[in-house]
């Protein structure tokens, strides 16, 4: 119990101190955001994450986001959210000091049918209470927008958004530039983008690297994120998988989590882990 006391007080006493840079700040990249690893451990290690916990080993979230110099008193947008996993982590670590907002796709795109613009807009309505009843914190101190709703006094807001393993997604729906347009008017001056991708071998056929199978080539995401108006600021293997061939016929979805083979050749699947990704940093320019 006195370790635990002692913990939560260091962990407390941290936060409160002006410890992480702002991310219009030029800084190192070692110096970018000094002690924010060590508090977005103690956020990994809550007893909350029980379940999520499996998953760090492929993710790295500790070092990730670390890399991405999410700091504890940011406004950070999560793109895509999704299954929320990354939600759950970001909301204890920013929901005392910080601001989490999730960001969905523009329901009114013509890429959705119907039903699933409807599910965009229920998803995105309930972000906050579910952020909220993981971490057991008001649920103002989360929100939520749609690309193609977000109030104007959001723009120029943020500080970090991320965007994980979504890009491939957002060009073979014909989506990515716009989508990228709407988050770089979020982005204060100088805002950040942080993006972890399933990748591609350099010499994969255009074809397979198109995004239909899950992975793109590292450099056609560097020259799509420079033309969407972002300098590169830092590469990362946190996330590299040599075991990955990235040549999978069913694409990426042959390893886990998904195992879209489901027993067929499971162990050798299990074994390899889930996918070889990129992980870049970028920079709002101008």
């Not at 199978?213 to 560097?222: E, N, S």
Request: with cysteine; charged share 25%.
């Amino acid at each position: 119990m006195r370790r635990a006391l002692i913990a939560l007080s260091t962990f407390l006493g941290v936060l409160a101190a002006p410890i992480c840079a702002t991310a219009t700040e030029e800084k190192t990249e070692a110096q970018a955001c000094k002690g924010c690893e060590a508090l977005l451990e103690l956020a990994a290690a809550n007893p909350l994450r029980e379940a999520d916990r499996a998953r760090d080993q492929y993710r790295h979230p500790v070092e990730t986001l670390s890399f991405f110099r999410v700091g504890p008193t940011m406004k950070v947008g999560e793109y895509a959210p999704g299954g929320e996993w990354y939600s759950r982590l970001l909301g204890l670590y920013l929901g005392q000091q910080g601001h989490l907002v999730g960001l969905y796709y523009n329901p009114d795109s013509p890429a959705f049918k119907p039903e699933t613009q409807a599910n965009i807009r229920k998803n995105a309505a309930e972000y906050p209470a579910d952020v909220a009843k993981f971490t057991g914190l008001p649920a103002d101190r989360f929100a939520a927008y749609t690309t193609g709703a977000i109030p104007a006094g959001e723009k120029g807001t943020f500080d970090v958004i991320i965007v994980p393993r979504m890009l491939h997604n957002l060009l073979r729906w014909n989506i990515a530039a716009s989508e990228f347009a709407a988050m770089r008017d979020l982005l204060k001056p100088g805002g950040l983008i942080g993006i972890e991708q399933h990748r591609a071998k350099a010499d994969a056929p255009d074809a397979y690297a198109d995004g239909s199978k899950g992975y793109l080539k590292q450099a056609d995401v560097i020259r799509f994120m420079q033309a969407q108006g972002f300098d590169l600021v830092g590469q990362s293997e946190i996330s590299a998988n040599p075991k990955d061939s990235a040549d999978w016929p069913g694409g990426v979805w042959t390893l886990p989590p998904t195992l879209a083979l489901k027993d067929q050749d499971r162990a050798k699947y299990l074994s390899i882990g889930e996918s070889d990704r990129m992980t870049l940093l970028f920079r709002k320019r101008g």
